[in-house]
């Protein structure tokens, strides 16, 4: 069984067909979806899809780095609200974005910290979205990092001595459709990084794998990723489904 550790599919991208999604989904061997957050306008539409089948679907919470602006504080009392009711799987979608802008940098480091913080005070994986910071969030990881604190740099593209690092923290790495782009300069790295440390994902509706790039991402097409993954390693897709789906189930504590 396949597990999509990230995807979007409570957006409006997949409102005319959601349930053909889910039945494709359950079709391509895919047992769970976790399904990260953005702010507070996603959060309702986020926990109405995970109604409709709360054994595949599992909700996150979390203030994503593009959202924060100057009333980043009043996202983040909403984001402990949700979180006090106890019924998420993880803290994400959170990190830092310093590729469109960074206007906000030092709001949006303060905002991942906090929300590290929060991951660590109640015991949840913390999913990470890292672009044009990854020194930056490895770095806010390791001040922050003792046992309990564990998660996913979530879209992977960083370089081999920062895999290596977040290895050391014991933190998972998500590999989604770019390491099936032909010129992505990933698959070097991924043939260095043990598969242990390896999750799955979509990050749906974007970043489609080949042969669907340039198309709307769905979960179903995890499993291009993961025969791609296969293919890399020199292993079966057997191999690469159990060891990344039981690596999901740690790291996210649910059964499989």
């Known amino acids: 069984m396949l597990i999509d550790t990230h995807a979007h599919l409570y957006l409006e991208q997949f409102d005319n067909d959601i349930d053909e999604v889910i039945q494709n989904a359950k079709a391509n061997n895919i047992?769970?979806?976790f399904l990260p957050n953005i702010?507070?306008?996603?959060?309702?539409?986020?926990l109405e899809l995970e109604k409709k089948d709360p054994g595949f679907f599992k909700s996150m919470i979390g203030l994503h780095p593009g959202s924060v602006d100057k009333n980043y504080k009043s996202e983040l009392n909403i984001v402990r609200q949700e979180l006090e009711k106890g019924n998420y799987f993880g803290i994400g979608e959170v990190g830092i974005?310093?590729?469109?802008?960074?206007?906000?940098?030092?709001e949006q480091i303060e905002a991942f910290d906090t929300q590290v913080k929060w991951a660590k005070?109640?015991?949840l994986p913390v999913i990470i979205h890292a672009r044009d910071a990854m020194d930056l969030t490895i770095d806010i990881i390791e001040k922050n990092h003792n046992r309990n604190l564990k998660g996913i740099f979530h879209c992977f593209t960083?370089?081999?001595?920062?895999?290596?690092?977040?290895?050391?923290?014991?933190?998972?790495m998500g590999?989604?459709?770019i390491l099936t782009y032909k010129n992505s300069g990933l698959k070097g790295i991924i043939k260095e990084i043990p598969l242990e440390y390896l999750v799955l994902e979509t990050d749906s509706p974007y970043l489609p794998p080949v042969?669907?790039?340039?198309?709307?991402?769905?979960?179903?097409?995890?499993?291009?990723i993961a025969m791609k993954l296969a293919e890399i390693k020199n292993t079966t897709l057997e191999e690469v489904e159990e060891i990344t789906s039981k690596n999901a189930a740690a790291v996210f504590n649910v059964t499989i």
Request: charged letters at 30%.
């Open 211 to 224: 042969p669907y790039r340039g198309k709307r991402n769905e979960s179903a097409y995890i499993k291009h």
């Open 39 to 46: 702010d507070s306008t996603t959060i309702s539409r986020m």
């Open 121 to 123: 005070e109640f015991d």
């Open 31 to 33: 047992a769970k979806i």
């Open 175 to 177: 590999i989604g459709g």
């Open 97 to 106: 974005d310093l590729y469109w802008d960074k206007t906000f940098k030092k």
């Open 158 to 172: 960083g370089d081999i001595n920062q895999a290596f690092k977040i290895m050391k923290t014991g933190f998972y």
